[in-house]
């Protein structure tokens, strides 16, 4: 069973437009942490979360955890070509101290000019 | 920095030869993982390192996988016999903490054949 859901799995906008991709979990996730790949390439971090609520931006990404700690979202305003990728999400469902993320089968992100 | 490195990029094998992978964390970083990514299964941990100890090898698949950090800057994870199932990319990752974000390398893609 999958423990870290994203939705959705593949999604197409055109640039301009904002999106929102999801990670949800029936467990407390302590620490989140958002990704971003490209095919064939490795992992680049973006941001983490730790308390619930938690809220933070880089340039036009914006990923917030809820009050719960169960689920988070990315938010990306005005697309680009450049943000197109594979968005991942991983997280500690263990108790916060362990370092054993598990991953979201991640969302893929075509962003069309 | 040069972040983290992996070596071979891509290594293509015959079905029962033995495969090393080979990896240098981002100096300073005292945590080292190792994952396993496909197209079903999405991206695993499969070891961590904390000063150079495993601290979680649950999630290595059988007994024909290892994994070794003789010191700071080197890991392997080595597949002896390699089998067709074990066709994957690679990843490791490094971070300064365990609960720290982790930093991913480019990935080996291993392809048995």
């Known amino acids: 069973s999958q423990e870290l859901e994203q939705s959705p799995q593949s999604l197409i906008v055109q640039e301009g437009k904002n999106l929102t991709i999801n990670c949800t979990s029936s467990?407390?996730?302590?620490?989140l942490y958002w990704y971003k790949q490209k095919y064939g390439e490795g992992l680049i971090f973006l941001m983490m979360?730790?308390?619930?609520?938690e809220e933070k931006s880089h340039e036009k990404i914006t990923a917030k955890l809820d009050e719960k700690k169960q689920q988070s979202s990315l938010h990306i305003t005005a697309s680009q070509p450049s943000h197109a990728g594979i968005y991942l999400c991983?997280?500690?469902?263990?108790?916060?101290?362990?370092?054993?993320?598990?991953f979201g089968k991640g969302t893929k992100l075509s962003v069309k000019p | 920095d040069a972040g983290v490195i992996q070596s071979p990029r891509h290594e293509v094998t015959e079905m029962g030869q033995e495969v090393t992978l080979r990896c240098k964390p981002i100096?300073?970083?005292?945590?080292l993982f190792w994952y396993r990514q496909t197209m079903m299964r999405g991206l695993e941990l499969l070891i961590y390192f904390n000063n150079n100890v495993p601290i979680d090898d649950s999630g290595m698949p059988e007994d024909r996988f290892s994994a070794k950090m003789p010191n700071a800057s080197f890991s392997t994870l080595k597949i002896q016999p390699s089998e067709p199932r074990d066709s994957a990319v690679y990843f490791c990752?490094?971070?300064?903490?365990?609960?720290?974000?982790?930093?991913f390398g480019p990935g080996t893609r291993l392809t048995v054949t």
């Open positions: 991983g997280a500690d469902i263990n108790g916060g101290s362990q370092g054993n993320l598990i």
């Open positions: 100096s300073g970083h005292n945590s």
């Open positions: 467990k407390t996730l302590y620490g």
């Open positions: 990752a490094s971070s300064f903490q365990v609960t720290y974000e982790q930093y």
């Open positions: 979360l730790q308390k619930g609520g």
